[in-house]
């Protein structure tokens, strides 16, 4: 089983409506974040939590919200999605360590908003 | 504000040959340096990672490089196979942002 979960990994909706993208990870790790990744313009974060209590915003996150329900879980929701948001969205984690925080990605959700 | 560039978008070469690819920052001074590989469809998995006061690790047929004086990493993949294909991400971190930030990437193709 992969480390970080993403459900779900393919996803088709209307403009207006409400998605949510579930992230879950059994790394044990304290730190989880969104990304979003479009052609030309790489990884872009979105969100970040370094722990269930701290959540902070990260370069893009307007037009999102997440909510951290546990250690293990982080979830990534699009109030009212807008075709600009198709993109491909990892989640991910990392340990709290300082030496260098590898980050371990999930395979990825693909969202169309049409 | 801090830059990253990965200078080519993509990089082909042929098998067996070494693959260099070259990651420059701009307004930024990261503790460490990382590098990735991303496999199309797939999430980045990590490769290397080099710290500030190192200037050169080795991992297999991989080499990474850190410039601090010319804010420069290389990344090296020797005898380069098929398989190598992919596209590769370089990410600084440590720095007052306190996230990693990622460089487009340069996607490698090894013909055989």
């Known amino acids: 089983d992969a480390d970080v979960t993403q459900t779900p990994r393919n996803r088709i909706t209307k403009t207006g409506k409400r998605i949510m993208l579930e992230c879950s990870q059994t790394k044990g790790h304290d730190r989880m974040y969104w990304y979003r990744q479009d052609p030309g313009l790489g990884l872009r974060l979105i969100y970040y939590?370094?722990?269930?209590?701290?959540?902070n915003k990260g370069e893009i996150s307007d037009g999102y919200s997440v909510s951290r329900q546990a250690q293990a879980k982080f979830s990534l929701s699009l109030e009212s999605a807008i075709p600009n948001q198709t993109a491909l969205y990892f989640c991910?984690?990392?340990?709290?360590?300082?030496?260098?925080?590898?980050?371990?990605f999930g395979e990825g959700s693909w969202l169309t908003v049409v | 504000s801090q830059k990253i560039e990965q200078n080519s978008e993509a990089l082909n070469i042929q098998e067996g040959k070494t693959a260099t690819l070259t990651c420059n920052y701009t307004n930024y001074s990261p503790a460490y340096l990382q590098w990735y590989r991303q496999d199309p469809g797939r999430g980045p998995v990590f490769l290397l990672l080099?710290?500030?006061?190192?200037k050169e690790k080795r991992k297999e047929r991989l080499k990474v490089t850190f410039d601090t004086t010319l804010k420069q990493s290389l990344f090296h993949i020797t005898a380069s196979q098929p398989a190598d294909s992919a596209t590769y991400l370089c990410?600084?971190?440590?720095?007052?942002?306190?996230?990693?930030?990622f460089g487009k990437g340069t996607k490698l193709s090894v013909k055989p």
């Open positions: 991910a984690t990392s340990d709290s360590g300082t030496g260098g925080n590898t980050i371990y």
């Open positions: 939590s370094f722990d269930v209590k701290d959540i």
């Open positions: 080099i710290r500030e006061n190192e």
């Open positions: 990410a600084l971190g440590g720095g007052s942002q306190g996230n990693l930030i």
